[in-house]
């Protein structure tokens, strides 16, 4: 069920009415195709269990481990280049009526074309810069340029025990 609604999301259908249709128009090839015999396709409110009750940290962490092995012996990593989005549609009200998005911050790869870890934060839990620092932590830096703009520049983020350091 993830990967039918990755599919629907990869298909401009990212919502989870919009992943009920995929599911419905595309159950007889996916069940072709992966070898399962799905009667009835998802509903949306059955999407909707799905992605309350994904751990999302593990999922990212399945996917950065699953895209280090398809680098494998390509080009090495010689520049990260770190950005952050507020995913659309994503907006809601915390307990004092303040606003909540969810945002993600990710680091790509130029040469390979690939974003190769990312991170999904709560504005109202956190902030970009955690975020990045989170995300920076789980990746091997030696000898990487890692590029990302004004926002991370701030002397408190270059003081951690990290050998990190601003260019000019």
């Known amino acids: 069920m993830l990967l039918v609604a990755i599919l629907a999301i990869l298909s401009n259908q990212g919502s989870l009415l919009g992943m ?3 599911a419905k ?3 007889k090839t996916l069940n ?5 015999h799905v009667a ?3 509903s949306d409110s059955t999407f909707r269990l799905l ?3 994904l751990d999302v940290e593990g999922f990212e962490k399945l996917l ?3 895209m280090s092995t398809q680098i494998g012996d390509a080009e090495p990593v010689d520049t990260l280049v770190c950005d952050g989005k507020t995913l659309r549609g994503s907006i809601d ?3 004092s009526g303040a606003a909540r998005f969810i945002a993600q911050v990710s680091l790509y790869s130029n040469n390979l074309g690939v974003a190769i870890a990312q991170s999904t ?3 109202d839990a956190g902030g970009e810069i955690a975020a990045l620092r989170k995300l920076l932590d789980r990746v091997e830096l030696e000898g990487l340029l890692v590029q990302a703009d004004a926002l991370h520049t701030n002397r408190p983020f270059f003081s951690t025990s990290r050998s990190v350091k601003p260019t000019s």
């Not at 072709?32 to 399962?36: D, F, I």
């Open 121 to 123: 934060y709560a504005t």
């Open 93 to 95: 009200e915390t307990a």
């Open 51 to 53: 992605v309350a009750q």
């Open 25 to 27: 128009r595309h159950r």
């Open 32 to 36: 072709e195709l992966l070898g399962t």
């Open 64 to 66: 950065q481990d699953w």
């Open 40 to 42: 009835k396709p998802p």
């Open 20 to 22: 009920e249709r995929f």
